[in-house]
């Protein structure tokens, strides 16, 4: 079987999965007398949205219940919202069977072990250049960019410009 280009695989992607802790934030949890905080890259967001623009559904996959995922999950409008201590790769199972998607179509982001079967698995897996290193030996892309430091807006530019559509979402933000 022919291996796929990381181009190839980004113009397949129809649904962007990621992990929140370690992705969309740099792993940091503040806690104190029953407040949680995270600190969530608002470019990353940005980037999100902008899939959304160009017809790619986003969901956020996490393994750690929190009000501050949920709280920026809601923020963002995100599509699909899981977060439960059971397996990830039933969570996506679910989310494909929903959207009629299969697993080519799915892009995965991830940074930990909690991920590897989800990186196994995606037609597209990502991990973070400080993600360990056994999600980085089954990556099809490393980013350049830490977790919660742009690394999912860098992997959302490169699958609208793989895409071709990156310049229309460009030329309708200049107007």
Sequence with gaps: MKK????????RVRL???DVDGVLTDATVFMGEGIELKRFNIRDGLGLRLLQEGGIKVGWISRRPSPATTVRANDLKVDFLVQTRGSKVA??????????L???NAAFMGDDVV???MLRRAGLAVT???GVAEARKLAHYVTRHAGGKGAVR???EMILKSRRLWSSIIEK???
């Design 128 to 130: 973070v250049c400080d």
């Design 102 to 104: 299969g697993w080519e």
């Design 154 to 156: 860098e992997v959302a």
């Design 91 to 100: 969570a996506a199972e679910e989310i494909l069977k929903q959207t009629g």
């Design 4 to 11: 796929l280009s990381v181009q190839a695989r980004c113009r």
């Design 115 to 117: 991920d590897l079967g």
């Design 16 to 18: 962007f999965l990621c």
């Design 173 to 175: 933000h200049a107007e």
